[in-house]
Nanobody, 125 residues
Framework: QVQLRESGGGAVQAGASLRLSCAASGQPLTDHTVGWFRQAPGKEREYVAS????????DYQDSVKGRFAISADNAKNTVYLQMDGLKPEDTAIYYC??????????????????WGQGTQVNVSS
């Protein structure tokens, strides 16, 4: 069983940067895929980015390409989401999630079964 905890959210102005962390405990994330999702008020939870533990499979939603970067620190059992050039439309609760394996479509939210509790990101103009 994997427990996930997000951190690093906050309130910033447009153009600022934040680095979100997803720390795993309980067992290593070896051979897992980790995804970042976000949910704005009144909207469905949406896919942001994902990475497999070896870092060989990385994917981003189009709206964050070139601005966000996902990475993994295997020694710390932690996945990061570096967010640069933040926009007001990035405002949401950000969640990390995990599933075992490298062979699924990383954008299918229902395939993930380990979830963190979320960290709030507020971007003002």
């Amino acid at each position: 069983q994997v427990q996930l905890r997000e951190s690093g959210g906050g309130a910033v102005q447009a153009g600022a940067s934040l680095r979100l962390s997803c720390a795993a405990s309980g067992q290593p994330l070896t051979d897992h895929t980790v995804g970042w999702f976000r949910q704005a008020p009144g909207k469905e939870r949406e896919y942001v980015a994902s990475i497999n533990w070896s870092g060989t499979l990385i994917d981003y939603q189009d709206s964050v390409k070139g601005r966000f970067a996902i990475s993994a620190d295997n020694a710390k059992n932690t996945v990061y989401l570096q967010m640069d050039g933040l926009k007001p439309e990035d405002t949401a609760i950000y969640y990390c999630a995990a599933r075992f394996g490298n062979y699924y479509n990383a954008r299918i939210i229902t395939d993930y079964y380990y979830w963190g509790q979320g960290t709030q990101v507020n971007v003002s103009s």
